[in-house]
C-alpha cells in the first residue's frame, strides 16, 4: 500500500515537474471562474506556468465579474471558465476572441469534442462535463424493496413507500431554492415533458403549455415530499439533508456528486448506502428531465496576442492529459480530457449523455427567461395561484425583459 | 463666516458629493432612459461536446455598428418605468377592469414585482422604525439606570447586534430558526405541530425579517438616546421628582421631550435605511415571499444576461421612494426652523 502510495506520488511529482518546464509563457494571465474542485484544479495547474504572472480569481460569484472584467481595453481577466449557459452572456457582449490560430498553433491533443465551435469559429475549449442525475439511498430502497427509479412516477411512489414505512418524513431532496436553482429543476422537468422554451425560430417565450403546466405539477407533487423549507434549498443545503440521512432520493450535479459523502461526520449508514444512477424521465418520455452542460475555458478578446498565446498555453497546461493519472482529480469530474477513465462517480453523466439528454440552450434570451422562471414560479411552488397563472407570469415578466434587452419588439 | 472663506471651506466637500452623489445618480437617470440596441440575430452551426445543432446567436457585425453609432443604446424614454417589471401601469389598469372585488384587486396587484416589493418594504419599514425606537429608548434608560461598573459591559453588548455584519447576522438566524434549528424546534414544540417552518410561510417569514430588523438596528436608536440622556437636566428630572411624579410620568413629560429631535434624527436615518432593505432578505433566503426594490436591483443584475437598464429605472424610484417618505420629516424640521428665526 506504502509502496503504490509512494510511487503514484513520486510519479505525480515526475508529471508535474515536466508539465511545470513544457509550460513557458511571456505574458501575463489571469483567470475568472467558479469554484468548484474540478475547476480549482484547472486553475492550479495553469498557475504552474513560469516566465510571467498568473492571477486566478475563483469565485461562485464569477458571473457578476466576468464580464465587466473582460469589457475593459485592456481586459482586466485574460480568460474565463465558463459553462454553456454563462458563454453566451460573454458572446452577446463580443468579449472572448475566436482561437481557432491558437488551437493550430497550440491546441495538438485536444479533443475535436473538447472545441467549442459557433458559426464554424472555436470559442471556447471544454474539459468537463455536467448533467443533475439521481442520486440515492440502496440501503433505503432495498429496506422497501424497489428497483432504483427510472421515472419521476416510481420515484413518487417509492418516495410514499418510504414515508408510510416510516423511515423518513421528507425522503425526496431537491433544489427548490427560488431564483435560478427552482428554474433550473422547472427546466429539466419542462425538457422531459418534451416541452419547447421558446415558439420556433423566435424570441417568444413558449413555457404556458401543456408541458409547463404538467412539469408544475410534477414538481409540486415532488415538494409534497420535501423539507417544508424547499424554497430555501438550494445545491448546498439539500447536500446537507441528504448528508444527515435525511434524503434517499434526489436529482443532484455529477460535479457534486463524486465528493457527496467524503465529507467529515457523514453517518457510515449514508456512505455505505449512497449510491448514483442516470437522470429520471417523467410523464412516459424518453427525453430524461434533465440538462447537459459543458465547463470550458475562453480568452478575451481586449487582449494583446502575446497576452492570449500565453493564456492559452497555460489553460492548455491546466487540461493536459497527464492531470487524468491523478486518482483524486479523476474523480473531481467527469473529465473530457484525453486519456479521463471514468470513475464510478461518473456513472449518472455517462447515462445522461447516452441517454439523449438536452444541453441546456446557448440562446442570447436563455438567461432571461430563467431569470424569469425563477422569480415567478414561488408562488405556484407555495400553492398561491394556479400553474397557468404562474407560467402567464413568467412569459409577461420574460416578455417585458426581453423588450428591454432588445429581443422581442 | 465670509462667503469666500466658506466657498474655499466647502469646496473640497461640495467636489466629493458631486463626483460620487450628484455624478452616479446622473448616469443611473440617463441609463434609465435608454436600453440596449435592438440585437440582430443569425442562425448559427453550434457544435460542441454533445454534438452539433442549430442556435441563434447575436450578429456581432451587425451589432457593432449600432453600438459604434449610438453608443448609449436606443432612447426609450419612460417605457422601463411603465413596463411589467416597474410601474406596469397598463397591468394595473387590467386588474382594475377585470377585478371581482376590491381584495381581488390587491392579489392581482401582489402578482406585479414592483407593487409586491413596496407591499413588503412599507410594511417592513413602518413596523421597524416605530419598534427599534421604542425598543432603542427602552434600553437606553435602563442601561442609563445600571451602576457605574457595569454600564461599559452592558453597552458593548447592547452593540453587538450593530457591530455584527448584518449578512452574517442574518445567516447565524437563518439557521437557528431553520426546522431542525434551535429556534425552529423550539417553536414546533410550543406550537405542538412538528411539521411547522417559519421558512415555509409567508407570514412567519416577515415576521422574522421585521423581529432581524428590529434586533439588528435598535442599537443605533440606544446609542443615539444613549448619548441624548447624558444631557438631560438633572434638575427639570428632580423639579418633577418633587412634583410628585412617578416613573413612568418622568419619562413621559421630561425624558421623551428632551429626545424629540433625537427621535426625529433615528426615525429619518432608519426610514431611509429600512426602505432599501435588502441583506436580511438574501441571507434568510426569502425572496420566495419577500422582495424589495433593492432586492430586485441585485436580481436585475445578478442573472446570466445582466439588466442595466431596468436596474437603474429600479434605482431611480428607490431614491424617489426614499424622498417621498422623507418630505414629512423634512418639512416638519424645515418649519421648526423657520419658526425658531
Known amino acids: 500500500m506504502f509502496l503504490k502510495k509512494f510511487t503514484t506520488a513520486s510519479a505525480f511529482a515526475v508529471l508535474a515537474a515536466t508539465g511545470a518546464q513544457a509550460c513557458e509563457i511571456t505574458a501575463r494571465v489571469s483567470i475568472v471562474g467558479n469554484e468548484f474542485p474540478a475547476i480549482q484544479t484547472v486553475g492550479a495547474e495553469a498557475a504552474k506556468c513560469t516566465g510571467a504572472e498568473v492571477k486566478t480569481n475563483l469565485t461562485a460569484d464569477h458571473q457578476k465579474i466576468n464580464l465587466p472584467g473582460m469589457q475593459g481595453n485592456p481586459a482586466e481577466y485574460t480568460s474565463a471558465i465558463i459553462a454553456n449557459s454563462s458563454i453566451v452572456a460573454l458572446m452577446n457582449e463580443d468579449v472572448i476572441r475566436p482561437l481557432d490560430d491558437l488551437v493550430a498553433k497550440h491546441g495538438q491533443g485536444l479533443n475535436k469534442t473538447q472545441l467549442i465551435t459557433i458559426d464554424g469559429k472555436i470559442m471556447a475549449v471544454a474539459f ?48 427548490y431554492a427560488a431564483g435560478w436553482n427552482l428554474a433550473q429543476e422547472f427546466n429539466n422537468m ?30 409540486k407533487a415532488l415538494s409534497e415530499y420535501m423539507n417544508p423549507d424547499f424554497l430555501t434549498h438550494d445545491s448546498n443545503a439539500t447536500n446537507a439533508e441528504f448528508r444527515a440521512g435525511n434524503v434517499a432520493l434526489m436529482n443532484m450535479w455529477g460535479s ?4 457527496l459523502v467524503t465529507a467529515d461526520g457523514v453517518p457510515q449508514e449514508v456512505v455505505d448506502g449512497f449510491a448514483i444512477a442516470g437522470p429520471m424521465t417523467v410523464n412516459g418520455g424518453t427525453t430524461p428531465a434533465s440538462t447537459l452542460w459543458w465547463d470550458g475555458w475562453t480568452v478575451a478578446k481586449n487582449i494583446s496576442d502575446e497576452e492570449a498565446e500565453s493564456t492559452f498555453i497555460a489553460m492548455m497546461n491546466g ?26 462517480a461518473a456513472v449518472g453523466v455517462f447515462e445522461a449523455a447516452n441517454a439523449g439528454t438536452i444541453p441546456y440552450p446557448m440562446l442570447p434570451y436563455m438567461g432571461l427567461l430563467h431569470t424569469a422562471l425563477g422569480n415567478e414560479l414561488a408562488d405556484f411552488m407555495q400553492g398561491k395561484e394556479s400553474a397557468e397563472q404562474a407560467l402567464a407570469d413568467v412569459e409577461a415578466a420574460y416578455t417585458a425583459a426581453a423588450k428591454e434587452a432588445g429581443f422581442l419588439q | ?57 447575436i450578429d456581432q457585425d451587425a451589432t457593432r455598428e449600432l453600438r459604434e453609432e449610438r453608443p448609449l443604446g436606443r432612447f426609450v424614454g419612460l417605457d422601463i418605468y411603465l413596463d411589467r417589471g416597474h410601474l406596469a401601469f397598463g397591468e394595473v389598469a387590467e386588474a382594475w377592469q377585470n377585478r371581482t372585488s376590491l381584495s381581488d384587486f390587491f392579489k392581482r396587484l401582489g402578482n406585479l414585482p414592483f407593487y409586491r416589493a413596496m407591499a413588503f418594504t412599507l410594511t417592513y419599514t413602518f413596523t421597524v422604525t416605530p419598534l427599534l425606537i421604542a425598543l432603542g429608548l427602552m434600553i437606553a434608560l435602563a442601561v442609563n439606570r445600571l451602576q457605574a461598573g457595569l454600564k461599559g459591559f452592558v453597552i458593548f453588548f447592547s452593540l453587538l447586534p450593530m457591530i455584527v455584519t448584518p449578512l ?72 418633577a421628582q418633587i412634583d410628585g411624579a412617578t416613573r413612568w410620568q418622568q419619562v413621559r413629560f421630561v425624558i421623551i421631550p428632551h429626545l424629540m429631535p433625537l427621535v426625529t434624527f433615528v426615525a429619518l436615518i432608519q426610514l431611509m435605511d429600512n426602505f432599501r432593505v435588502f441583506e436580511p432578505i438574501v441571507g434568510f433566503n426569502a425572496s420566495a415571499h419577500a422582495t424589495s426594490l433593492s432586492w430586485i436591483i441585485f436580481n436585475d443584475l445578478s442573472g446570466e444576461t445582466r439588466q442595466l437598464s ?19 420629516v423634512l418639512v416638519r424640521t424645515w418649519r421648526d426652523f423657520r419658526s425658531k428665526h
Open chain 1, 319 to 344: 487540461i493536459r492529459p497527464e492531470l487524468m493519472q491523478d486518482e483524486e482529480i479523476r474523480t473531481q469530474a467527469v473529465w473530457l480530457i484525453p486519456g479521463y477513465e471514468p470513475t464510478p
Open chain 1, 190 to 219: 419542462f425538457l422531459g415533458m418534451g416541452g419547447e422554451f421558446f415558439k420556433a425560430g423566435t424570441a417568444e417565450p413558449n413555457v404556458n403549455s401543456e408541458a409547463g403546466v404538467n412539469a408544475l405539477n410534477m414538481m
Open chain 1, 128 to 175: 468537463m462535463a455536467n448533467a443533475q442525475h439521481l442520486v440515492y439511498r440502496a440501503d433505503v430502497l432495498e429496506q422497501i424493496g424497489v428497483e432504483p427509479p427510472k421515472t419521476y412516477e416510481e420515484l413518487l411512489e417509492a418516495a410514499k413507500m418510504i414515508r408510510e414505512k416510516g423511515i423518513m418524513e421528507n425522503p425526496v431532496g431537491g433544489a
Open chain 2, 168 to 239: 452574517v447576522g442574518s445567516l447565524i438566524l437563518f439557521w437557528m430558526i431553520d426546522s431542525r434549528g434551535v429556534l425552529g424546534s423550539l417553536i414546533q414544540w410550543a406550537a405542538n405541530d412538528p411539521n411547522l417552518s417559519l421558512k415555509a410561510s409567508t407570514g412567519l417569514t416577515w415576521v422574522m425579517l421585521i423581529v432581524y430588523g428590529v434586533w439588528h438596528s435598535a442599537p443605533f436608536a440606544f446609542v443615539v438616546f444613549y448619548a441624548g440622556l447624558q444631557t438631560l437636566p438633572q434638575d427639570q428630572l428632580e423639579a
Open chain 1, 256 to 259: 457534486r456528486a463524486a465528493t
Open chain 2, 1 to 57: 463666516m465670509k462667503h469666500r472663506t466658506f466657498f474655499w471651506f466647502f469646496l473640497p466637500t461640495g467636489l466629493a458629493m458631486l463626483l460620487f452623489i450628484a455624478a452616479p445618480i446622473v448616469s443611473v437617470v440617463t441609463q434609465s432612459l435608454f436600453a440596449p440596441h435592438e440585437a440582430v440575430l443569425v442562425t448559427v452551426e453550434s457544435c460542441g461536446p454533445f454534438g452539433c445543432r442549430e442556435e441563434t446567436s
Open chain 2, 310 to 328: 431596468a436596474a437603474s429605472a429600479t434605482s431611480v424610484m428607490t431614491i424617489l421612494g426614499v424622498a417621498i417618505l422623507l418630505s414629512p
